[in-house]
């Protein structure tokens, strides 16, 4: 069955330094997102990307984030300037193509994770 | 207020017992899409099972079903016949509005079963 793939599955990084957190989605996939899971609490949404685009955001998606898609399979999460409160799990997902009721159905499938700590 | 809310912050059964873990939402939009995924404690997010808002049936996916009680605004996951491997972290998402380009998926704190032998 095909997957979202995510690299590295853990980075350790110094506070203020970057950091690009890499995702392969599903191939037939044209939605991808972004999310992020402080340990322990529940899962946010960071962005979603769609066409070369972002197409939403939430609040936590600031000048220090950014994404990428700099080929035809990655897509990419770029951290600047991390800080202690970056650390968590960021997790990958992508989605079928479709709108209207018969795609409604469609879940987001998730990749594995990435636990980004900032020391 | 809260869009997702999950009042167990854990659950205990016995294997092959069935449990139910409770999900209620808020929304105004007529259309919307509530999900169930599992996280074990490895990290990954499982897809379980999705109930859309205009379903006239409660979703069912092998030991999965979901009871979606509309008026109340909840979506129960039940799980049948509990397994060892059914012990992980299960969280309830909402999708508002019809599936569109980009929608983010809400979710809530979460639940975490422990099952037992």
């Known amino acids: 069955e095909p997957e979202v793939t995510q690299t590295p599955s853990h980075q350790v990084t110094q506070m203020g330094q970057e950091v690009i957190l890499r995702c392969v989605p599903i191939?037939?996939?044209?939605?991808f997102y972004w999310y992020r899971q402080i340990l322990g609490q529940k899962v946010e949404f960071l962005v979603s990307f769609y066409n070369n685009e972002i197409s939403e955001k939430s609040e936590i998606f600031d000048d220090q984030f950014s994404v990428e898609r700099p080929d035809g399979s990655n897509f990419t999460l770029k951290i600047r300037s991390t800080k202690l409160e970056d650390s968590a799990m960021y997790f990958c997902?992508?989605?079928?193509?479709?709108?209207?009721?018969?795609?409604?159905?469609?879940?987001?499938?998730f990749g594995d994770g990435t636990r980004l700590s900032i020391l | 207020a809260q869009k997702i809310t999950q009042t167990q912050p854990g659950m205990f059964v016995q294997e092959k017992e069935a449990v139910t873990l409770d999900c209620t939402y808020d929304?105004?939009?007529?259309?919307?899409?509530l999900f169930w995924y599992k996280q074990p404690s490895s990290g990954e997010m499982i897809f379980l099972i999705y109930q859309g808002s205009y379903d006239q049936q409660n979703a069912t996916e092998g030991r999965y079903s979901l009871n979606f009680q509309k008026a109340r605004k909840s979506a129960n996951l039940v799980i049948s016949a509990s397994q060892l491997g059914d012990s992980a972290m299960y969280f309830c998402a909402m999708r508002e509005g019809p599936q569109q380009a980009g929608t983010a998926l809400i979710f809530g704190k979460g639940t975490t079963l422990s099952v037992s032998s």
């Open positions: 929304t105004s939009d007529p259309s919307y899409g």
């Open positions: 997902a992508s989605s079928e193509s479709g709108l209207g009721q018969e795609y409604s159905n469609q879940p987001q499938h």
């Open positions: 191939s037939n996939h044209l939605y």
